[in-house]
Every structure is written in C-alpha cells, then in structure tokens.
C-alpha cells in the first residue's frame, strides 16, 4: 500500500499529532496525520522522502510531505495536538510513526 504522511510544524517548532480513528488502520492510537493507505502494486524503494513498514498482512510506503503551520489555519475535525521536539522520544506511537520522527527530527 502507499499512503501520505504530513509533518506539520508551527511556529513554536511543535510536531502535529493527532488519535487515529477507530475504524483506521492503528485506531485509537497517536501518530502522525496521514492520507488514506491505498493498494499499490508498484513501490519504488528509491524515493528519499519516504519510509517504509511491513505489517503482517501488506507493506506500506508513505511518502512525507513537510509543511509549516500558518498561524489561524483550521485543523481537520480529527483529534489533533501538538508536541514539542524534545517530547518527541518519549511520545509513545507505533513504530510506522516513530520512523518518519526519527527521519525528520
């Protein structure tokens, strides 16, 4: 499968995280805001901006997109909050999670 994942900073230089759904794919738990993981029958394992994870039952590759928040922009409906860098270690999120913070911190 191949999906999105967002890395969403504000000018604190606080991470953004929110709970995942229930229904979602690690539901209830923290992570990192993402697209919707969709099947994909090609993965190019070349690309820099990327991880990659193997569940028991697929493969993912999401590809991270950075982006600063801009002050007054409205966050999605979703359980969202922010996490200061030096927070980040001890935030307790799947591994999928964990390697995209371990890339971009």
């Given amino acids: ?3 999105e994942v967002y890395w969403i900073i504000n000018d ?7 709970k995942r759904g229930d229904k979602e794919m690690l539901g209830g738990m923290i992570g990192l805001p993402t697209s919707i993981w969709k099947e994909s029958k090609f993965v190019n394992k070349a690309d820099k901006a990327c991880i990659y994870h193997s569940f028991t039952h697929f493969d993912l590759k999401l590809i991270i997109f ?3 928040h801009e002050k007054g922009q409205i966050l999605s409906e979703k359980d969202h909050f922010w996490v200061r860098y030096s927070e980040l270690e001890g935030l307790g999120v799947p591994t999928v999670f964990r390697k ?3 890339l971009m911190k």
Avoid: A, D, S
């Fill in 1 to 3: 499968k191949i999906g």
């Fill in 12 to 18: 604190r230089n606080e991470v953004l995280f929110e």
């Fill in 66 to 68: 950075e982006k600063k």
């Fill in 100 to 102: 995209v913070v371990k």
